[in-house]
């Protein structure tokens, strides 16, 4: 599934479908080289957006029919900024069914750490860093300082945003421990408080799909910039203590 706010992001070979959905305010059926596509024209907070769904990807969305549905999968779906995407054509793909990513800096051996680099999948660099794909079975026990690790995942896009998540609010960490970590810089704390009031819109109107729509272009905005997932249980929770909020709801429709 993908989300078009405007043309401008629309494949050359969608173009014209995407432009008669956009217009037109209908959904459009096509066939495209791989797949059977529809498109979905939603308003979103006054703005109309397009979701793309794959036949494919009918599962996942089980009701077409159900605006609704459709509404609360495209909300709940994480927006990942440009720069994950790119990080993550720089990962081949494996037949590992999980993997944690790593976040090292260049100065530090991985050969060292990983004895000759053994259960390291692949890596890529990343500024004065180093990303690592790495195999559950071979993780050490021991890493230095400044070391940042997702969870165990399926998804390369998502350990990259659980790592980059870590490194620019709270320097270096786990994902696993991150409802532990601290934010030690003032300005980094300013800049996640100026979100406040989102994240207490989204906690008002958890379940309330239509009443989050009218958030929806704050809500790309602060996934896209602070790589924060607010419908993440651990992630709210988080959320909330680093803001000082008292209220921390039941989320039995969303996993840690």
Known sequence: ???????????????????????TGVRVNFQ???????????????????????????????????EEYVLKSVIMNFNYCAEILELEKNFRSFNETQFIVGLFQKKQ????????????????DYNEYTLVKISPRFLPRKFPENVVLSSTVKDAKEGIRQVLLIHRWFGSGTYDNLLNLEIKDRKLASELISWSDLIKNVGDNFTNYKGLSIYYQQLVEFEKSTFFNPFSVKEYCKL???????????RDDINF
């Open 109 to 124: 051996n991985s050969e060292v750490i990983f004895e000759n680099n053994f259960g390291i999948i692949e890596s890529v």
């Open 240 to 250: 909330l203590l680093l803001l000082g909020g008292d209220r921390i709801e039941s």
């Open 1 to 23: 599934m993908r989300t078009y706010t405007d043309l401008s992001e629309v494949q050359n070979e969608k173009f014209s479908y995407c432009q008669l959905a956009f217009s």
């Open 32 to 66: 495209s080289k791989d797949d059977y596509i529809t498109l979905i024209p939603l308003n979103l907070g006054g703005k109309i957006v397009v979701v793309e769904i794959a036949k494919s990807e009918e599962e996942k969305i089980r009701n077409l029919a159900d």
